[in-house]
């Protein structure tokens, strides 16, 4: 048998298959907390519509441009890094880790908003889901921030690599939050 057809498909994965496990399990948390919020919202099509108005779409839009800006950034740095341009990647980090406090603080004006409103995780099922979702994924912002920083300054092209992955993950539930959770009608 020769080489080639001895290998697995998870070779050509690029990164390391622990990272690969860690976001397809983060992925299927998110995937079962969206699954549920379609669920719920079919109990209740009228209220959830009702409590969406509620929401600060706009922000929402303007968060998701900040993620993919940042995404983009972290995929330079590990070009860059790469290319031998250190100084570039570190920047492109730094900026991506600014980016994504930039998501933080639109998200919790956001939430300041809401809580001045009187409106909490027990208002209604739906602001249950909004909070439960949209709070566990600022959660993953944070810890992507603090990674990002992290690397930043532990530049290897491995962990360049990783957190790249990471924070695309981070992105990739926003794209799939932001949709459903601002804009589904």
Known sequence: MSDAASGSALDDLPGELLMWVLIVSELLVFGAGLVAFMAVRLTDPAGFAAAQDHLFRAGAALNTMVLVSSGFLAAQALRWREAGARGAARWALVAAAALGVVFLIIKGAEYAAKSADGIGWDTHAFFTFYYLLTGFHAAHVVAGV???????????????????????????VWVLLYPVIYLLA
């Open 146 to 172: 603090v990674l990002l920083m992290l690397v930043a300054w532990r530049d290897a092209v491995a962990n360049i690599q990783a957190v790249a992955m990471f924070w695309h993950m981070v992105d990739l």
